[in-house]
């Protein structure tokens, strides 16, 4: 409850499940919470949600208030016990945080690279966004013609790293990205981190290939 | 018609059908680094090992019993957020959508348990997304929802009524309940031609 008996709500259905390089994000912010609600990245990408509250601000929900049909699916919400064993193991956050940093660096020299193309790298943790000085959808083009895949959000805002979460649970995918050929991860092979190694730096490497091209378009377009 | 597809998505020509951490395979044969994480939720990666084994251990057994019922891996995650965060209650449902509308639903039980119904206005922030439902889509605010997102009206079954210009009015009923949409209260009557549909369970 803050000031005037309002309640305070986040919604981290984004920011939420270790995206900031905390498990919420709230606790990043210093924010104290009264309900909220999590993120839908808690299923590991099988449909799943959760709202939390805390026992003061559900004291309206009694039985037969609230209820939903498919969420009783067993298996709908069987990953968010695995999944938040993971990012719940000692480490992972840190690690999520040491390459948020990582990437975000990378992605300043990027930037000052090619000032033509990108703004303002934004964000926080690995939930970050190039603010594009060209139209967003044509750098998601010509990122996906150099075999990287991000998404616009709004007119001009490229949001990258989502995946570069997935470095420990999938054995360092984004790791390996930095190796010449690009391997991808093999089925099953676990990669422990290499101390500020190269996870986050994928998109690093692709981008400078592609500055160049994405600006011969805006030029064509 | 080309595609029997809703056209609400600007799609790209690439399927994929193989995923493994951070990488997609596509049905042509290339390998994309996948920075959208499905729409941002494969915390863990394509193909995690350890939610396939859980997914496929739970679907060999029992698929859906009604939430009457306990199970015990549930209330393990449940306590596990608990533990890890300010709450001392979680609900799950199947999406973020969903988890906000039963946010926005707490909010205003909260203040109806507390004798003030009315309180139920909730301050969102400008330049937000928080879901597709409509009640989201009212708290996100865009312009470009504004013609969906405004709050709905409860009728009375039969109460549509003939007035004295021929023009069909409603009149609203509004249970007074906390999370109506409209919780003005009071009956009032809305012009048909403002209301783009009725929705009646059958049953």
Request: charged content about 25%.
């Amino acid at each position: 409850v803050i000031g005037m008996g309002l309640l305070l709500m986040f919604d981290e259905v984004q920011t939420g499940i270790g995206r900031t390089g905390e498990l919420f994000a709230y606790q990043r912010a210093g924010g104290r919470a009264r309900h909220h609600v999590d993120r839908q990245a808690i299923g590991g990408g099988f449909p799943l949600g959760a709202c939390l509250a805390t026992a003061e601000a559900a004291k309206g929900m009694t039985a037969g208030t609230h209820g939903s049909t498919s969420a009783a699916i067993r298996w709908r919400w069987r990953p968010a016990t695995p999944c938040s064993t993971s990012l719940l193991a000692p480490g992972f956050l840190d690690r999520v945080r040491r390459t948020a940093l990582l990437f975000k660096q990378r992605l300043a020299e990027l930037k000052d690279r090619h000032p033509a193309v990108i703004a303002e790298v934004r964000g926080e943790g690995l939930l970050i966004g190039l603010r594009a000085l060209v139209p967003a959808g044509e750098l998601v083009d010509a990122l996906r013609a150099e075999n990287l895949l991000t998404v616009a959000a709004g007119e001009n805002v490229v949001r990258t790293p989502a995946a570069a979460h997935h470095r420990r649970g999938r054995g360092g995918g984004c790791d390996r990205a930095d190796r010449p050929g690009r391997d991808p991860p093999r089925r099953g092979h676990r990669r422990e981190a290499e101390g500020q190694g190269g996870g986050g730096m994928t998109g690093v490497r692709h981008f400078p290939s592609i500055s160049p091209r994405s600006r011969r378009r805006n030029c064509a377009g | 018609v080309t595609s029997h597809l809703l056209p609400t998505y600007a799609r790209v020509d690439l399927a994929f059908e193989r995923g493994e951490g951070a990488w997609l395979t596509a049905t042509n044969g290339e390998r994309y680094l996948d920075f959208t994480g499905g729409v941002a939720v494969n915390a863990l990666g394509h193909a995690h090992p350890r939610l396939i084994e859980a997914i496929v251990a739970q679907a060999q057994k029992v698929w859906h019993v009604s939430n009457l019922f306990p199970h015990s891996r549930r209330r393990e995650a449940r306590e596990r957020l608990c533990e890890a965060s300010f709450a001392d209650f979680v609900f799950f449902n199947n999406s973020g959508a969903e988890a906000n509308e039963l946010g926005i639903k707490i909010t205003r039980k909260y203040h109806w348990a507390n004798g003030q119904p009315e309180r139920f206005r909730i301050i969102t922030f400008e330049g937000a997304f928080h879901g597709r439902s409509l009640a989201t889509l009212a708290a996100t605010g865009a312009p470009k929802y504004l013609e969906v997102s405004s709050g709905g009206r409860r009728l009375r079954p039969g109460r549509a009524r003939r007035h004295r210009g021929g023009e069909t009015h409603h009149r609203t009923q509004h249970r007074r309940d906390p999370d109506r949409a409209d919780p003005g209260g009071r009956r009032r009557a809305v012009s048909a031609a403002r209301v783009p549909a009725r929705v009646a369970r059958p049953v």
